[in-house]
């Protein structure tokens, strides 16, 4: 059957099982591989997508759920605090393998939309279960900070 999705702006048809985890339908049906595997049990972060702004792990939402709400993936991700924290990113060389960057970044743009101003606090509860197999969590803070100061800026 398919289910009619709104992903990254636009509607599209995914024919799929109504309780295919929506991760594998953006990745292997639509083709956007932005977003990673990495548990499959919405314990780790790297499959976290926006939806209606909310980060959410897509590994444990179904693509019936999905029907109705707006999904966007780091490949649809834009605007000021995106492409913000894109910069950021690159000139403080916050990702290591970059594995967990696009959940990462999913989660620091909606912190960044909630809390334009966030304390370290704000930080580590927003992105706490987005994992970093890497250990960089201390550039991820730095990163945010910084992206905070140039968007207040």
Known sequence: ?????????????LDVAGDTPLLWAIRETAGLTGTKFGCGIAQCGACTVHADGAPTRSCQMTV????????????????????????????MDVPQCGYCQSGQLMAAVALLAESPTPSDADIDAAL??????????????????????????
């Open 64 to 91: 019936a759920d999905a029907e109705g709400v707006e999904i966007t993936t780091i490949e649809g991700v834009s605007g000021p605090i995106a492409e913000t924290l894109a910069q950021v990113w690159a000139e």
């Open 128 to 153: 706490w279960g987005n994992l970093c197999r890497c250990a960089t969590y201390q550039r991820i803070r730095a990163g945010v900070h910084e992206a905070a100061r140039r968007l207040e800026a």
């Open 1 to 13: 059957m398919a289910y009619q999705i709104r992903l990254n702006g636009e509607t599209r048809a």
